[in-house]
């Protein structure tokens, strides 16, 4: 696999988890590194095999498909030896006789200063600058100037990002120990019961992988909210709305034992902190179909990102604005087609440059398998999802 040496490494990426899979893209970037994203195993062959300049695959192990992370990794390591391997993950540890040689393993969440110092030594030190400028610093739908952040206090940011990942990180393993003191309280004798037993190590194992992976979703969604906010209290304010979005999703789930939830109920309960005591501002219109686990938490976040926007500069920002949120199953390509509508609201204008929510929805889009638009019309901001339907509904 020849390369130019004045060219910048690339870097494919391969996770599931749109918020994860957004964080380690920032982690790569920030190495000076270029990265392609592929979001399952068949994907990243696909990749693999229709280019020749990837310098070094970073993949999760767990992941939906044809093959998992681990197996991807050994096929890449027979077909492409060139390319450097890195593995990630929050549940399983492989040990060095089951990784391809050569290979590196870290567990989630990621260490950001450690996995650049190895993606550097794997691959070189990077080429690809990262430097702020004016429209960097401001968001991605009105800023003025004189509210710039300056590049020098970013160790401040570091500074309350690693507070609050010290704290979370401290509730998320209490988490684990209470549950292990509410099975001993409901009297599951492990020594007399043998099948009790292995039912508590089953349900342990399952909530540390959840806490693990919660936690990675929690750094990542700290850290995209304060990478490009105005001030500390901005990025703070954007990190409460989006872990609120995703605890009220995680409820959901509960509610339906984890397994699918009502894409009706998913959206309404996403919207309705935004709406109006007594004055519906939101309106729904679509069949009611069940989604699954990973849909409802996708468009939980999304439908976060759309209402702060539309509160902030959009339709809900006037008390006349509406938005209508309307979708529909196309039975004949077996596609879902999702459209959310501003009325009444201020003169739309295109943002100057791409937010962090506007890179999640198209992140959503890519882990759907589907497209995602979004119209900057004067009259209304609009967002549509189109998705095959397989990618959102709950198996059977």
């Known amino acids: 696999m020849s390369k130019n040496p004045t060219q910048v490494p690339n870097v494919l990426i391969v996770e599931d988890e749109m918020i994860l899979r957004m964080r380690a893209v920032d982690i790569v970037e920030d190495a000076g590194f270029c990265p392609v994203e592929a979001v399952n195993a068949?994907?990243?062959?696909?990749?693999?095999?229709?280019?020749?300049?990837?310098s070094l695959l970073l993949t999760d192990i767990q992941m939906p498909g044809s093959i998992d992370g681990l197996k991807l990794a050994h096929a890449v390591c027979e077909r492409w030896p060139s390319i450097k391997i890195i593995l990630v993950s929050g549940q399983v540890k492989p040990s060095e006789e089951e990784r391809p040689a050569n290979s590196r393993?870290?567990?989630?969440?990621?260490?950001?200063?450690?996995?650049?110092?190895?993606?550097q030594g794997m691959?070189?030190?990077?080429?690809?600058?990262?430097?702020?400028t004016a429209a960097d610093w401001m968001t991605g739908e009105a800023a003025h100037p004189t509210q710039m952040v300056d590049?020098?206090?970013?160790?401040?940011?570091?500074?309350?990002?690693?507070?609050?990942?010290?704290?979370?990180?401290?509730?998320?393993?209490?988490?684990?120990?209470?549950?292990?003191?509410?099975i001993i309280q409901a009297g599951i004798d492990a020594e007399q019961r043998t099948a009790a037993d292995k039912l508590q190590k089953l349900i342990l194992g399952e909530l540390h992988h959840r806490v693990k992976n919660t936690l990675a979703m929690v750094s990542a969604i700290a850290s995209q909210s304060f990478r490009g906010a105005l001030s500390i209290e901005h990025g703070q304010k954007a990190?409460?709305?989006?872990?609120?979005?995703?605890g009220r999703a995680h409820d959901l789930l509960l509610q339906v034992s984890w397994a699918d939830a009502s894409l009706t109920h998913t959206l309404s309960s996403a919207t309705e902190p935004y709406d109006s005591h007594g004055d519906?501002?939101?309106?729904?219109n679509g069949p009611d179909i069940k989604i699954s686990s990973v849909a409802v938490i996708a468009l939980a976040m999304t439908m976060n990102e759309l209402c702060t926007n539309t509160t902030k500069f959009g339709a809900l920002s006037v008390p006349k604005g509406r938005v209508e949120v309307a979708w529909g199953v196309d039975d004949a390509k077996q596609r879902?087609?999702?459209?959310?509508t501003e009325r009444g609201g201020p003169t739309v204008e295109p943002p100057v440059r791409r937010?962090?929510?506007?890179?999640?929805?198209?992140?959503?889009?890519?882990?759907?398998?589907?497209?995602?638009?979004?119209?900057?019309?004067?009259?209304g901001f609009i967002y549509s999802l189109d998705v095959p339907l397989s990618s959102v509904v709950a198996a059977a």
């Open 336 to 340: 879902l087609r999702l459209v959310w």
């Open 151 to 182: 590049p020098s206090s970013r160790s401040t940011h570091e500074t309350v990002l690693s507070a609050e990942n010290d704290s979370l990180r401290l509730l998320l393993e209490q988490a684990e120990i209470d549950a292990r003191a509410l």
């Open 123 to 132: 691959i070189g030190a990077g080429a690809l600058q990262i430097i702020p």
């Open 105 to 119: 393993f870290f567990g989630k969440p990621l260490g950001v200063e450690q996995m650049i110092t190895e993606l």
């Open 280 to 284: 519906r501002r939101f309106h729904f």
């Open 355 to 379: 937010s962090f929510g506007t890179r999640m929805m198209g992140s959503l889009g890519q882990q759907l398998a589907g497209q995602v638009g979004l119209a900057y019309e004067p009259s």
């Open 42 to 54: 068949d994907e990243a062959i696909s990749v693999l095999e229709s280019r020749s300049d990837i």
């Open 239 to 246: 990190m409460e709305g989006r872990l609120l979005a995703l």
